[in-house]
């Protein structure tokens, strides 16, 4: 089992360009999120999905969009990248269970720099 | 507002000794937490949960502590090795459901020789 897979693992942008990142689970969790890592920020939630078709804001959800078309893919897109969006991109997955809290299942992240 | 703090100064310690992480909590009422661990370019790794009416959980040389009054969880490696230096974070969940969780910043631990 590959795990959770993200790709890119780096990226350059300009200002103003698009671009989306892709992450692909084979455990067939129903859960899926979107964590950005900063320096002294800590991990914060962007955008999760709890099931395929759904999706929700987290705490930083500005700036970025997603989609959930299928159960194993979990896309974050940026429509108009800027500086501050320069960021280490973390994918996770979890199993859904309402006796017991699944742990995260985290991808090697994706690196984007923002010029 | 919740808010997870872990010490932000790295902690240096000689091989063998214990290692101890502290991750405290404010305006939460966790029913859960877990610690992470995070090596250089990689992703978080889970290693262990403990649930709020569990005072200690134990896995090999791990041991983790939840203290609800005090809200603080006490992290301890021991007989520590230098395989062991990492960043380590703890995470509490997010009401409304899926599972969500917030991240502490994490403490850097090294170990020496």
């Known amino acids: 089992n590959a795990g959770v897979t993200q790709t890119p693992k780096f990226r350059v942008l300009k200002t103003g360009q698009s671009m989306t990142l892709l992450c692909a689970q084979d455990m067939n969790h129903e859960y899926m999120y979107w964590y950005r890592q900063d320096p002294g920020m800590g991990l914060r939630l962007i955008h999760y999905s709890v099931g395929e078709g759904t999706t929700a804001k987290g705490e930083v959800p500005d700036g970025y969009n997603v989609s959930r078309l299928k159960k194993q893919n979990f896309l974050l897109g940026l429509e108009s990248a800027a500086p501050s969006q320069t960021s280490v991109y973390f994918c996770?997955?979890?199993?859904?269970?309402?006796?017991?809290?699944?742990?995260?299942?985290f991808g090697e992240g994706s690196r984007l720099t923002v010029l | 507002s919740q808010k997870i703090e872990q010490n932000s100064e790295a902690l240096n310690i000689q091989e063998g000794k214990t290692a101890t992480l502290t991750c405290n909590y404010t305006n939460y009422s966790p029913a859960y937490l877990q610690w992470y661990r995070q090596d250089p370019g990689r992703g978080p790794v889970f290693l262990l949960l403990?649930?709020?009416?569990?005072k200690e959980k134990r896995k090999e040389r791990l041991k983790v502590t939840f203290d609800t009054t005090l809200k603080q969880s006490l992290f301890h490696i021991t007989a520590s090795q230098p395989a062991d230096s990492a960043t380590y974070l703890c995470a509490l969940p997010v009401t409304g459901g899926g599972n969500k969780l917030t991240f502490g910043t994490g403490t850097q631990l090294k170990v020496e020789l």
């Open positions: 996770a997955s979890s199993y859904r269970d309402s006796r017991w809290p699944g742990e995260l299942f």
């Open positions: 403990i649930r709020e009416n569990e």
